[in-house]
Structures are given as C-alpha cells and as structure tokens.
C-alpha cells in the first residue's frame, strides 16, 4: 500500500504538534509496510525520516509557522499557503501518474487544497485529518478564509479523521460534517520520552502545574483563581504556569491582585527536554481548557504518572477513566480537586499508575493500525 | 422432601452528599451535613412504587391462597427500616402485615450494613446485630434463628461468631472456591464451628432470576414459572438456596420483564411436584442434618466474579478508607454523643466503598450501575473529605 500524505512540517522543522504526530505516524505506517511519500513546504531543517518506507518530498517554500498566533495571519501568510498548494498540486499529480498512490491524505487546513487537488487530478479518495479547526484556536471570532477551507476540505473527504469524539462532536455541529465518514482515532504518547514521577525526588514544596499557550482558550485565568482558593486549603503548594502568550502580562498582575504571587512561578516557553521533568516533578497537572480538541499535553503527563484534572470540554477527557474531569468554568470544583490530590497520596499513587497503564496502552502502532482500517474502507 | 428456600435481601443505602470544601454554609447536624435525604426520599420512593408494595402484596396474596404452604424470608436492613419509617410508613405496615401470616421469617443482619465483621474488634460488630435483632423484635416480633452477614460475607470465624451469638444458621455463597465439587443444596457444617450450619446460595438458579430473567442473549430467555420449577424439581438436595435482591422484582427487572406474572404463577408450578416444599431458612436448619463441613479461612461474599471483599477493599482507596473510619471508633465512643455514634454508623454502609470499586471488567459495570458517583475517584474524594470534616467534629465534640 503506497500513501501520498500531506503535511505541513516534520521534524527538526516544527511549530506545533502536528510534526512530532507526521514523524511518528509516517513511521509507524512504515513499519507496518505502507509506503508513504510525504509532501510538505521545503525548509531550511534538514528534515530526514530514519530507515525506509517514508519518503520525504520538499515543494514550494513556506516559512511561518501555521499555529502561531492570529495576528501573524498577514497576507504574506496566506499567499505562501495558497503558493505551497499550487506547488504540491502540481508535484502530486506528476508523481502520482507514475505512482501508484491508492490514497492521499492530509493534516489540518493548510494543506487541503493540494490534497482536494490531488483526490481529482488522480481520481484517489482523499482523508483529511483535523487536529483542530479554526473554532478552537480563535474561539468567538474564527477567521471565515480558514474556516471556508476547512469546510470544503471536509466536505470532499472521502473519510474525516479527527482526534476525539469532543473534536466528532464539533465538526458534526459547526461544520455539518456527515457522521458516517468521521472516524475518531486519539493521538498517542511514547512513555519512553518521559521520566516518570516515581522516578524523580519530589520537594516538600506540592507542585501545581499550568502547561500550555497562555491564551483564552486554555483557562490559565481559571488556574490562578482555583490557586487562590487551593492556598485557602493548603499552604505548601506551588503553582507553576509554563509556556508564553498574549495574557502573560495579565496573568502575572492577576496572581499579584489575588495575592497569590507568592505561591505563582511563571516559567515562561519551556523546551522539549525541560519538559519531562517539569511533569515528573509536579504533583498536580492542570487542563482546563475552555475548548480542546485532544490536549496531547494531558497525555503527556499520564505518560509522567502526574495525576491529572482535565476539562470536560477536551478530547483527552475521553481516553482515560482514571483522570479528574471538571467544568472550565467550575473554579471550586477544580480548586476542590487540587486539593484532594494533594492531601490524598493513595488517590494521587491509584490515579497515577493507572492512568500510566493506559497511557504506555496509547502507541503509534495502534494510531497506524486505525488509520490504515481507514485507508482500506476507501482505498482503490 | 427438598426445600425451596427464598430468601430476599431488602436493603438501600443512606446516600451521601457532594460535601464541598468551599460551601458557603453548613449545617450544624452532621446527618444533614453528611447526607443527601432529598436524593434518599426520591429513590426510595422509585422503590417503593416500583417494588416494595406490588412485590409485597403480590407475596401475600400467594401466601394466602397456598394455606401455609408457600413460606419466604427477608433480611431489612437497618438504614432500609430507618428509611421506610420516614419516606414511606406504609411500607413497614405491609411487611408487618406478610409477618403477621406466619409464613415469612425475618434474618438478622447488622442494621447498618456495614463491613463491621472485618474490623480487628468485634464489639461494633456484635452491637450492630444486637441493634438489628431488637428492631425486628420490636416491629415484627421476628425471632428467626439464622444470621446473614452483610454482602453475604462468610469466614470460618465470623461463624463462630454468628455461632456465640446464638444462630442455629449462617448465609453464605455457594461458589466453586468453598465446595469444589459438592452442591450448595445441602447443608454444611462450618470448621472450627460446634453446630452452627450453613446455608450456602444456589447462585445459578437465583441469578437466573435476579440477572438473567430478562435477557435476551440468554439461551432460556423467557423463564417461565413452569420451567424454572421443573429445574428446580430437578436439582436432588436438602434445600435449594435461592437468595436475591427483592428489587429484582421491579426494579432491576422491570413489570414489563414479566417478573410479577412469574413470580405469582411459581408456587403453584413449584407445589406441583411432590418432593418439593417451601420453607424458611430457620425451619431447613432444624429439620436437617449437616451433610459435609466447609473450611473458609478467608472471607468470601456474594458480589463480584471473585466472591471475595475485593468489591468494597479491592483497591488501596478502599482500604484506606475503611481504615480511616476504623480506626474513629474509639474516638467516637468517648464523645458518648449519639448523632456523632450514628452518623459514624452510618458511614460505615458498605454501599460507600463498593462505590470506589475500580476493577476495570465486567464488573465494573454494576458498580457503575449503583454508583451516583461519576467514578470511583470522585466517591472517594467524597467520601475521604466527608471523614475529614467528621474527624475534626469527633475531636471536637
């Protein structure tokens, strides 16, 4: 089986998940004997994939990142997205008259175009993958050009995939997407990649963790007002807010009008490596999203064996019964948790080692098993 | 003759509330504090129109149409007779009317459902029965001589125990780990025990009622009376067990399962077989002789595929819950204040624990049934931050 996949980044070239999840797809599909071509935007990273099976094609040239903030959606932004296409367009169906191609599939709204392109050209079914839409990442006011592609990348997919039935849900209602060719396969995690919180020395100091944009639609205002009601509770406790964004001003003045900036660390964007151990060492992870479509940090700390309190609005809520679920909005419930892991070991150790198990359960193998059972319901 | 021996277990807990943390007020009685009576109203009023009245008057309608020869028992919890007398009076007036026939006995059981057997002390334990022996005297003039430990629990000890205490009778599980080979329809003598005998669950034919009766994947679907007693006119014992919930009539089989129109057609079809006869457990203990003996070191009990106590102690939470209202006792004695000694009492329904269960099988899936709790980590939060706040008043008191 030979796949013609499109993305918009790989590793070392990334700005957002989506090329941590091309890499370790392509390669599970590889190991499972599916030759994939993968197309994406040329870059100055010397973007390799390791062993056979995956074949990395460069076209066009594209150099912002897709997931950066909306005011980076300049005109330039967009003129390069739309370039990229035509480009891949063109190279997919060169390549696949000689090819024999029995799908193209690709990743989120930049690269729906070149796949649409390449679902008639070749006459191939086409699968797009929706790791978000616009009304995640831009909550009330989506920008309609995205939001536009999005929709006619959904409506001429042969089969939608997405990351969670939360995410199923949303595109059935925002985008009136037909049930019958949603499929839901959740994202996975390498335990391996993590220290584990068993493993690490924990201080006296209980630590809270925040990890992720510090924007709307991650609820860090929710974490520093549950924080406050937590230091009602419990006074060795520490909240620790990582990664950046537009609030981070507001955030760092909010802890200081609760009075809570004592008890509040700001870390700022922490790299890859640093991340591991920033969940070993936490004893509390916090996602309270307003709106997630997985949260693959979530699963990142069950890969740590760091309980976790996600939102009921995220897709990582689903995958695990062995997590605390809230509302966003619900500030004393999330601030009733916290507290209840952080007096309770045995309910800290039970979720942790259970949540664990599930998470080592979450491999690419599997995520490349549904999608080649996707494949074969459309395959030519 | 073989003995057809019913036995129904009639029992709802006393339901917690969603304690919160950061409440802006909070009752001064603990009960109310602690307890959730508008959610404890409304289910036992579900029950009782459901099951309760029309199982109860359907059985004392057959009672008294075969003349004495259709005979039944129950073991009422305290916290369901606590709970009748508030919500629902009248439906103590219809058990004490089916009392009243002389053909229903009354088992005895710890009033508070509780896993009081397993405490290191027996003495809660023991006051707990002393509790549930008195009120059935006082409300139905009961004076039935077998003991029903919570949950069906059953060990060579708490025999004994049962056996100190004066029961001629003990219910346990007939399940494989205990007999091997032998049939649970005869009865047995327990090790370690000087007379006490037992009377041990036929689980295949009760769950054919209780857990089959209405299911379509089952091969059987649908029971009849008629071939249901013909199964049981087949079985060559002393006593057929057949032990269940009482809201199998009901409640988890519904009305329109049928299961009224096949419960009131079996005495009939049962009675037509001449070796068989109903019969309580008090008269299977003192008409027959012990057959074999059983050694049960460890505890075992009616729930789950193990039938052990994993369904309450299964899981660290578990335990450490259990320690955690253990190890008030003393305190809670010493305050000599009666609500802080029932509501402790209270707390200890085993409903509470089954409710934190997290074995991940089929199992799980009765306890979701029963459980108002979204998961096992949120009843234990619940209750772990419940035992806080009743730890910090018993210091107090």
Not at chain 2, 356 to 362: R, V
């Amino acid at each position: 089986m030979k796949v013609a996949m499109v993305g918009w980044e790989y590793p070392p070239f990334k700005t957002g998940g989506l090329a941590v999840h091309c890499y370790e797809l392509t390669h599970a599909l590889a190991r499972r004997g599916v030759e994939v071509d993968f197309y994406m935007p040329r870059t100055e990273s010397n973007v390799a994939p390791k062993g056979d099976g995956v074949k990395i094609i460069p076209v066009g040239y594209a150099r912002y990142g897709a997931y950066v903030t909306k005011n980076a959606y300049g005109l330039d932004f967009f003129a390069s997205v739309h370039a990229f296409n035509n480009a891949c367009a063109e190279e997919l169906a060169k390549r696949g008259r000689g090819n024999d191609y029995c799908v193209v599939h690709h990743h989120d709204w930049m690269t729906a175009f070149a796949a649409m392109k390449g679902k008639y050209s070749l006459g191939l079914p086409m699968v797009s993958t929706f790791h978000s839409t616009e009304y995640d990442r831009s909550g009330m006011f989506p920008n309609g050009y995205i939001r536009d592609i999005e929709q006619k990348a959904m409506v001429n997919a042969d089969r939608v995939i997405t990351v969670s039935n939360y995410m199923k849900g949303q595109l059935k209602e925002k985008f009136g997407v037909d049930e019958g060719k949603i499929r839901v396969i959740y994202n996975a995690v390498r335990t391996d990649e993590f220290k584990q919180s068993w493993d690490v020395k924990h201080g006296k100091e209980k630590i809270v963790l925040f990890l992720g944009r510090l924007a709307e639609q991650k609820a860090p205002a929710q974490f520093l007002y549950a924080a406050k009601r937590v230091l009602e509770k419990e006074r060795h406790v520490r909240f620790v807010v990582a990664g950046t964004g537009d609030m981070m001003g507001y955030l760092i003045s909010l802890s200081v009008s609760l009075g809570i900036s004592p008890h509040v660390t700001f870390i700022g964007y922490l790299p890859d490596e640093q991340k591991e151990s920033v969940y070993a060492k936490s004893d509390v992870y916090v996602m309270g999203s307003v709106s997630e479509p997985f949260g693959i940090t979530a699963l990142e700390a069950m890969a740590s064996g760091t309980p976790v309190i996600v939102s009921k609005t995220s897709g990582a809520s689903e995958v695990s019964p062995h997590r605390l679920v809230v509302d966003f909005w619900d500030v004393n419930g999330l601030a009733e948790r916290i507290v209840a892991l952080l007096r309770y070991k045995v309910l800290r150790d039970t979720l942790a080692h259970n949540e664990y198990e599930d998470a080592k359960g979450m491999t690419w193998d599997k995520v490349a098993d549904q999608t080649i059972g996707v494949y074969n319901e459309i395959r030519k | 003759m073989t003995a057809v021996c019913f036995y129904f277990q009639v029992h709802q807990p006393v339901r917690l509330k969603r304690f919160s943390l950061f409440a802006d007020s909070i009752p001064d009685s603990l009960y109310e504090r602690y307890f959730d009576d508008a959610t404890n109203k409304a289910i036992f009023g579900k029950v009782t129109d459901k099951c309760y009245l029309p199982a109860n008057s359907l059985l004392l309608k057959l009672i008294g149409e075969n003349e004495g020869r259709f005979r039944i028992s129950y073991s009422l919890t305290g916290s369901f007779l606590e709970q009748a007398k508030r919500f629902r009076p009248e439906v103590i007036d219809s058990f004490h009317a089916l009392a009243e026939t002389g053909c229903v006995e009354f088992l005895n059981e710890t009033y508070y459902h509780s896993l009081s057997s397993l405490f290191e002390d027996k003495t809660e334990f023991v006051e707990q029965v002393r509790m549930h022996s008195q009120e059935l005297h006082s409300l139905f003039k009961a004076s039935g001589k077998v003991f029903r430990n919570t949950e069906a629990l059953f060990s060579n000890d708490m025999a004994r125990l049962a056996e100190d205490l004066g029961f001629d009778g003990i219910v346990g599980e007939g399940h494989e780990s205990v007999l091997g080979w032998r049939s649970p329809d005869y009865l047995y003598g327990v090790k370690g025990c000087a007379r006490i005998k037992a009377l041990l669950r036929n689980y295949k034919l009760s769950d054919d009622v209780s857990y089959r009766f209405s299911a379509r994947w089952w091969p059987e679907w649908p029971l009849t009376a008629e071939k249901y007693a013909k199964w049981l006119a087949g079985a060559p014992g002393q006593c057929i067990n057949l032990f269940m919930d009482y809201e199998t009539f009901g409640e988890h089989q519904w009305e329109e399962t049928g299961i009224f129109s096949f419960l009131a057609a079996l005495p009939r079809e049962v009675l037509k077989y001449q070796h068989l006869g109903f019969m309580t457990p008090t008269e299977v203990v003192q008409d027959n002789p012990v057959m074999g003996e059983i050694d049960v070191p460890n505890p075992i009990s009616w729930a789950d595929m193990e039938r052990d106590v994993s369904a309450w102690l299964g899981n660290s939470m578990q335990r450490e819950c259990f320690h955690a209202l253990q190890g008030l006792e003393l305190k809670v004695r010493e305050t000599r204040d009666p609500e802080i000694l029932h509501v402790w009492r209270l707390l200890q329904n085993s409903d509470h624990l089954y409710y934190l269960c997290t074995k991940s099988w089929a199992d799980g899936d009765v306890h979701k049934y029963f459980s108002p709790f979204q998961s096992p980590y949120e009843g234990f939060i619940n209750y772990m931050n419940i035992l806080q706040d009743f730890r910090k008043e018993v210091e107090e008191a």
